[in-house]
């Protein structure tokens, strides 16, 4: 594991307000990972709601909670140490592994699915992708024609918009950026999943502070998975995963069964002082270190 010289607050604080009986499926649990360690961690389900938990076909970690009519609070918070060095900096082994050498498991993400209906793409693909090499330049190139084409539009996310409908569309969110890389890898055989966490501001700063979770895609070469983003389409320090799969129906951070609705939504991830702060303390924006141009590590 890489130096882990930078400390992360990452967590929610959601509001549920149910009319009746409802049932929840929440996926906010931080996914291990190699560029990052989980110091504390807790997840606070309403008060004393009854709940179980189990891993998902995709090793995610989801909580099933039977709300009660009212307010129900859901909470999560942690304390994560990451490397200050960004995405893909181990850079090696980037050729595509031939389809009769992929892991079988693997074979599900080079196809369509509910979201990222590639199999619509095919034509667009071939004509803007089919003479870039094979591989990361390929998907690098896929990445940079997001960027430059499809415009990010705050709150513009829809349920109900696949990749092809996004492309038509030209707008979306972070969601729409992922589902439409996904789909276009897909269409030349590269194994593309959908991954959804948090992403703090370090080196890199939003000047509007839209603290909120983040969607983005990993792609399978040489024997590895690897970020690619086109919503920012540069190399980000401090990733955190929350959760992974085929598109955005796997990667949702609730899921309701029944009458209730999400009546509060918080959501923060960003830089601390290693002990100054205690999972469960209270959130405190104003002590953030990131959101600069400039890296502060801990050491």
């Not at 004393?48 to 995610?60: A, I």
């Not at 959804?196 to 792609?219: C, R």
């Not at 009458?259 to 405190?284: E, I, R, S, W």
Request: aromatic fraction near 10%.
């Amino acid at each position: 594991m890489p130096d882990l010289d930078i400390t992360l607050r990452v967590g929610c604080r959601l509001v549920y307000e149910a009319a009746g009986p409802a049932t929840l499926l929440l996926n906010l649990k931080l996914r291990p990972g190699t560029h990052h360690a989980v110091m504390a961690e807790a997840l606070t389900v309403g008060d004393r709601l009854p709940f179980d938990e189990f891993s998902d076909v995709h090793g995610n970690g989801v909580v099933r909670v039977a709300l009660r009519p009212g307010a129900n609070v859901i909470t999560h918070d942690a304390l994560v140490s990451v490397s200050s060095r960004p995405d893909n900096h181990e850079l090696v082994g980037m050729e595509p592994v031939a389809l009769d050498r992929l892991p079988p498991e693997l074979l599900r993400y080079t196809m369509p699915s509910r979201y990222c209906d590639s199999d619509k793409l095919t034509n667009f693909a071939w004509q803007n992708f089919g003479q870039v090499e094979h591989g990361w330049p390929r998907v690098q190139a896929i990445s940079l024609w997001l960027h430059k084409n499809i415009e990010y539009r705050y709150m513009s996310g829809r349920p109900d918009l696949s990749a092809w409908d996004i492309l038509q569309r030209g707008y979306g969110v972070c969601r729409d950026f992922a589902h439409l890389a996904i789909a276009l890898n897909r269409t030349f055989n590269i194994p593309t999943r959908y991954i959804t966490g948090h992403l703090p501001d370090i080196g890199f700063p939003d000047p509007e502070n839209h603290m909120d979770f983040h969607a983005y895609a990993e792609v399978y070469l040489g024997g590895n998975w690897f970020t690619t983003d086109a919503r920012f389409h540069v190399p980000r320090i401090g990733r955190i995963t929350v959760s992974r799969g085929l598109d955005a129906v796997d990667g949702a951070f609730s899921t309701i069964y029944g009458g209730a609705n999400l009546a509060h939504f918080q959501v923060y991830a960003y830089q601390v002082a290693p002990g100054t702060v205690k999972v469960g303390d209270p959130v405190d924006i104003s002590r953030r270190l990131d959101n600069r141009w400039d890296v502060v590590t801990d050491h």
